[in-house]
């Protein structure tokens, strides 16, 4: 197994008047599960892809632990690139890419016999990994007759009985449907913890990065965001774009302006938290973009800190209600977890004053850290 950081990396496909990817910087540490996440044309799957030797970068540098696998933008000596086949790396796409001719075993054990692995060592290593994925009852049997979810776990299963160093998947859950995707989400994550493997998984989805990753690289544009555990970029994100990514529904934004020690947002009034002030103070008389959860929505129970909404519709999840109603002009999602949704069409609202989230609306950056 190994860690991987990247010093500097730089990607562009026109001689360098545009970049793909520009100056990023990265450690994964070794056996961690890391999921590069962003829109598409961020530049997720071609970070992945220079990680692979797939690209080479216009710049920067890729080490595997103290190896250098990739030393761009130098002369001489310096360059180094260590090509696909010699990284010791294993890759699963979106598609499935299996061999149609082959049995799920044949399919499993090529990559071995190419490298002229001795039978046993072959037999050994396909039996553990059908075990493990549970598919030891599909050996015999031809990609045709698989359905979609078991030939993701061959795919996988292919990739993973190479014993690679780095694990490198692209959107590999994107064909399944939503129940089967979150059953091979979960037996993905346990395999990865078993076996301790470096992890690179790049996705759209913000539900599979929150629930597998150790570490998050939310990238935009080609660069990076923010990196972090889930729980931070969630809790604590340090710009707006983050804040907006991350959390289903949508974070909640309201343009306020800062007077005294209230959030004047016009259709209503907070007033500031002590804690808050001093993060303020600086924006007296200035407006500031205050971000709030729809989990940190709710039902007031006094005048104080109070904001009027009318309900404009509801939408049960079964164990919560998305409750969308308009501020103002403003329509907002209120996520209640009561056992009955509200009757009334006119509530009163509050916020939970702990986890306000305030952004420089000329920046974008976080306020209060």
């Given at each position: 197994?190994?860690?991987?950081?990247?010093?500097?990396?730089?990607?562009?496909?026109?001689?360098?008047?545009?970049?793909?990817?520009?100056?990023?910087?990265?450690?994964?540490?070794?056996?961690?599960?890391?999921?590069?996440?962003?829109?598409?044309?961020?530049?997720?799957?071609?970070?992945?892809?220079c990680?692979?030797?797939?690209?080479?970068?216009?710049s920067?540098?890729?080490?595997?632990?103290?190896?250098?696998?990739?030393?761009?933008?130098?002369?001489?000596?310096?360059?180094?690139?260590?090509?696909?086949?010699?990284?010791?790396?294993?890759?699963?796409?979106q598609?499935?890419?299996?061999?149609?001719?082959?049995?799920?075993?044949?399919?499993?054990?090529?990559?071995?016999?190419?490298?002229?692995?001795?039978?046993?060592?072959i037999?050994?290593?396909?039996?553990?990994?059908?075990?493990?994925?549970?598919?030891?009852?599909?050996?015999?049997?031809?990609?045709?007759?698989?359905?979609?979810?078991?030939?993701?776990?061959?795919?996988?299963?292919?990739?993973?009985?190479?014993?690679?160093?780095?694990?490198?998947?692209?959107?590999?859950l994107?064909?399944?449907?939503?129940?089967?995707?979150?059953?091979?989400?979960?037996?993905?994550?346990?395999?990865?913890?078993?076996?301790?493997?470096?992890?690179?998984?790049?996705?759209?989805?913000?539900?599979?990065a929150?629930?597998?990753?150790?570490?998050?690289?939310?990238?935009?544009?080609?660069?990076?965001?923010?990196?972090?555990?889930?729980?931070?970029?969630?809790?604590?994100?340090?710009?707006?774009?983050?804040?907006?990514?991350?959390?289903?529904?949508?974070?909640?934004?309201?343009?306020?302006?800062?007077?005294?020690?209230?959030?004047d947002?016009?259709?209503?009034?907070?007033?500031?938290?002590?804690?808050?002030?001093?993060?303020?103070?600086?924006?007296?008389?200035?407006?500031?973009?205050?971000?709030?959860?729809?989990?940190?929505?709710?039902?007031?129970?006094?005048?104080?800190?109070?904001?009027?909404?009318?309900?404009?519709?509801?939408?049960?999840?079964?164990?919560?209600?998305?409750?969308?109603?308009?501020?103002?002009?403003?329509?907002v999602?209120?996520?209640?977890?009561?056992?009955?949704?509200?009757?009334?069409?006119?509530?009163?609202?509050?916020?939970?004053?702990?986890?306000?989230?305030?952004?420089?609306?000329?920046?974008?950056?976080?306020?209060?850290?």
């Amino acid at each position: 197994m190994a860690s991987i950081q990247i010093k500097d990396m730089s990607v562009s496909y026109n001689k360098g008047k545009s970049y793909v990817l520009d100056k990023l910087n990265l450690d994964i540490k070794d056996g961690e599960f890391c999921v590069f996440l962003g829109p598409s044309g961020c530049g997720k799957s071609t970070a992945m892809h220079c990680i692979a030797g797939l690209l080479h970068p216009a710049s920067g540098e890729i080490r595997f632990g103290d190896t250098v696998m990739t030393r761009a933008g130098a002369k001489g000596r310096d360059k180094i690139f260590v090509p696909p086949q010699e990284r010791n790396i294993a890759m699963v796409f979106q598609e499935y890419a299996l061999y149609p001719n082959m049995t799920v075993r044949e399919n499993m054990s090529f990559a071995l016999k190419t490298k002229k692995a001795p039978k046993d060592e072959i037999e050994k290593r396909v039996s553990y990994m059908a075990q493990m994925l549970s598919i030891e009852q599909l050996l015999d049997r031809r990609p045709a007759e698989l359905s979609g979810g078991q030939r993701q776990r061959v795919a996988l299963g292919r990739a993973l009985v190479r014993d690679p160093q780095v694990f490198l998947l692209d959107e590999p859950l994107g064909n399944l449907d939503a129940k089967l995707r979150d059953q091979v989400r979960y037996e993905l994550k346990k395999i990865q913890l078993q076996l301790g493997i470096t992890t690179i998984y790049v996705t759209h989805d913000q539900t599979e990065a929150m629930t597998m990753a150790d570490h998050i690289v939310l990238m935009k544009d080609g660069h990076i965001m923010q990196q972090g555990t889930p729980n931070e970029l969630y809790d604590h994100p340090e710009n707006e774009f983050v804040a907006g990514f991350l959390g289903t529904p949508q974070i909640n934004i309201f343009s306020c302006e800062v007077r005294d020690d209230v959030l004047d947002a016009g259709d209503f009034r907070l007033r500031i938290p002590q804690e808050l002030r001093a993060s303020l103070a600086p924006y007296a008389g200035k407006r500031v973009d205050l971000g709030i959860r729809p989990s940190d929505f709710e039902l007031a129970s006094s005048q104080e800190n109070a904001i009027a909404a009318h309900v404009d519709s509801i939408e049960p999840l079964g164990d919560a209600y998305l409750i969308y109603v308009r501020i103002g002009e403003k329509v907002v999602v209120f996520k209640y977890t009561g056992e009955h949704a509200p009757q009334d069409r006119e509530l009163l609202l509050t916020a939970n004053m702990k986890k306000l989230h305030l952004f420089d609306p000329q920046t974008q950056e976080r306020i209060n850290q």
